[in-house]
Each structure stands twice: as structure tokens, then as C-alpha cells.
């Protein structure tokens, strides 16, 4: 087992359960205003789509996962049914289903929803993005039912078990992290290895299924989001980096030698005196380190950068992708002055997920300590960090940040109120905001 260390999951447990509810103000980044992000879709609860041919749900829903070219077909929605209940074969229990991930392929918004409770019937999902309802929209799983049920009955181990956040690449494809684990609190069992899987969206197959090496891996690992490194000419040549926010460190993935390496590096570590939160009316410490990383355009010597951040902290670091791709260069014991420290974002500006807009260099960040979307131009000097959009109400822990073309999406999922206190599911929980990049941070100094 990887996750023995019950007291350290605990300890997450128990610091996560502390962020929540109503409001604090605190404004200790500049607060410059913007025109911000819209409210695209929210919920109150997350339902699904549910196969509608309950006693025969097996055979039938392996249909229709191989045709198509672009990615847009409808036939599994055709076959499935919209009704409340859940069939008897499902364990459903809606106020343990946390919608934890967003990102945007084509028609599809990709929601995610890891399995940390008993009873979320599928955990990589999608709904479409030109739906015309816009509130308690169910999900669909992706690319089906079968794929995504627990516990998996199919025999074969491939059913996908709990997924975070997931990554899409300019060659059509989606990564994410199958973190293999059911983590019900006290009673954390990882059921399959942990597995970076790539699926093709074109054809809705796994095309990609690589275990995460042991040795690689913590008592306390856990990889809830994925950076691809890859250009539309350069498909075959991907790297994938995946932060490891308990275990301190960041696995590099290569596409093209399918296999992967640790890297371990100090800023890679919460900084202890930066994990201390106050969030409406609650103090806690938080100890997440490397939450999310960022990639720039390609530089003129061939590589990009990588800005990277602890959720514990409020430093920003980058280091050269030449570094991370080159196993021995990454690897190697002292990094000598590989990894640079660019700054200290100021009080307050802990950060969960983050993304860049590569064509301007503005970097978005969730800044969970004050439940807020961030912006950072990686030009201009940190100090020139600014407030998008924040709201003390709804945009209660953003829990992920997404560039898709020229727009960003963020999802807020108030899950401190989840873990420390009561959700009302009668009010609405979960949201997915966007905006042109452009228009999002119009009045700020982005
Ligand atoms: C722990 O979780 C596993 C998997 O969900 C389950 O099979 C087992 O019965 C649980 N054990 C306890 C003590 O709840
Ligand atoms: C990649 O490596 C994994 C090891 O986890 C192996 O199972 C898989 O078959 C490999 N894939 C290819 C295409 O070599
Ligand atoms: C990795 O870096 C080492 C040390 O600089 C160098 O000798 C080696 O050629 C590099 N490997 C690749 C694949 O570029
Ligand atoms: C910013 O917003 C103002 C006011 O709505 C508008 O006049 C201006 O054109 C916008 N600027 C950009 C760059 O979009």
C-alpha cells in the first residue's frame, strides 16, 4: 500500500475541514478590480445522466464508444435517462459528490469528481458546454458508464477509480492522474495502482495507461493535476509534470520513452510559516505543497519555463523545463541554480490551481485564502499581482483554473463547507465561471 500514513491523512483531513463559509474581509493584494468572470453553470447538486436501461445497464452501455471523428457525438445521451433516482445498482449519495476539476475541450466541459466518499457513481464526466441549462445540469459520464463505475466488476482493473483534475494537449488528447484510491476518511484504500492515463478525444479511447512507479511514490502522495508540455507539431515528444502536493516532489512523464522520474527539490515543500489560513471566520494551517504548474511559451534556447507554487506558501518558483525533461539533469542530488525563486506574492495569496495565458504571459490563480481568481502578468513584477474577481459567497475555494483558447475557466466548489461544516443542497454549491482573457482582466494591471 502507498498510503499508510493514516495520521498523516487524517491531518489533511482534519485541515481541509476547516475552510468555509461566510465571509472575512481581508484585502491585502492590491485591490485592483476588474470587469471579472461569468457565471456559466451552477449547481445546487451534482447529478448524472443515468443509463435508463437499469437491468441490462452492462452490455448496453459499451455501445457507440468507437465512432466519430470530432469528438461531438451525442449517442450516449441517447441512450441514457435524466430522471433523479439513481438505478438500484448505483450507489449514489449526492452531498458526497464534490466536483473537484473543469477544463474545455470543444463542446465538452470535463467536470470531475474525485471518489473521497462512499457513493459517487462516476468520476470523469463531461456536459456540454452549448447546453442550453444552465443550472443543475447532470453530468455525463466519460467516455461511459462502464469505464467509470466502482467497485468494477468487468474483471479486466480498468475502470477509473478517482480522478482530480485532468489536462488537455493541443493533439486532442486528455491526461489526468487515476489516483487509484478510495479515500473515505479513516479508511483510505487504494484499490488500483496509481496510473497516468492519456485518452485520445477523438476517438474517446485510452490510448495511454502508465503505473506510476513505486519508488516513485509517497506514503503521503498525491497527484490531483497534470501539466502537459507539447506543441500540435510535437505530439509524439510529450511530457507530462505531475505535482505531488503530499509528497512533496514533481514526476516527470515522457511520452515518447514511457517511463518517468522523480524530481525533489526544497521549494517543492509548504513554507512553514505561509500555511496558516483564516477563511470566514476559520483559522487553520494547511501543510499542501506543489499544488499546480505553469507553463510558458517556448523560450529562444528551445524550452519553456515552469512557474510553480506550493498551496502552503505564497513564493513563486520557475526552473526550465530543459532541466525537468533531462532525467539526469533532474534528478541529479543538488540542483545547483536550477530552480529560481521569482518572489513572494505578498500575505494571503495562497493559491491552489493556477494557469497561464501563454500569448500575454497572465498567469490566473486560485487564491483560496480569499476566495478570489487572481491574475499575475510573469512580465511585470509580482507586486503588480491583482484581484479579478472575488466574492466571499460564491467563489468559496476555487478549485481549479483553466486556460482554453483565449478564455479562462475557474470552478469554485465551496468544499470547506463541505468537510467542516453543512452544504445547504438546496442553495447552489458549485459553480463554473469564464470570461475572455481579454475581458477578464480588463482594469487590472495584467
Ligand atoms: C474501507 O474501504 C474499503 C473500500 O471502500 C471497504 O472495502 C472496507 O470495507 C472499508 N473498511 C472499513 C473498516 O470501513
Ligand atoms: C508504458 O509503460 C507501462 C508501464 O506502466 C506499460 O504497462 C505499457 O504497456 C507501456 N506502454 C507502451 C506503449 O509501451
Ligand atoms: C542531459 O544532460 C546531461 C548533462 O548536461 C547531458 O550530458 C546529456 O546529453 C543530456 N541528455 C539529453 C538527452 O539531452
Ligand atoms: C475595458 O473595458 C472598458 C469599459 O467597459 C472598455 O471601454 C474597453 O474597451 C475595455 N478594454 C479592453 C482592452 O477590452
Redesign the pocket.
Known sequence: MYYSDEAGDELKFDIEMRLFFLAIFSIALPTVYSVGVNEDFTWTRISYVWPNDRGNRVSRQSKGSTNGVNGERENQVENLDTSNSAPPSIDYQYVNNIPMGANVWKNKLFITVPRRRLGVPSTLNYIRLDSSQKHNVPLIPYPNWNTNLYPDTSGRNENFCSVYRVGIDPCDRLWFVDTGT?E?PG?R?QVIPTTLIIMNLQTDRVIQRYVIPQDQLRTTTTLASVTIDVTKDTCDNAFAYLPDLGGYGLIVYSLKENRSWRVTHNYFYLESTSGEFQIAGHNFQWNDGVFSVELTDTQPDGYRDMFFHSMAGTHMYKVSTRILRNETLATRSYHETDFKEVGDRGPRSQTSSADLYKPTGTLFLGLVNQNALGCWNIKQPLSTISIVQKDDQKMIYPSDVKIVEDKVYLLTNTMPEFLYGRLNYDQVNFRVWSNRVDDAINGTRC
Do not use: A, F, L, V
Open positions: 478510495i473515505i479508511n484504500t
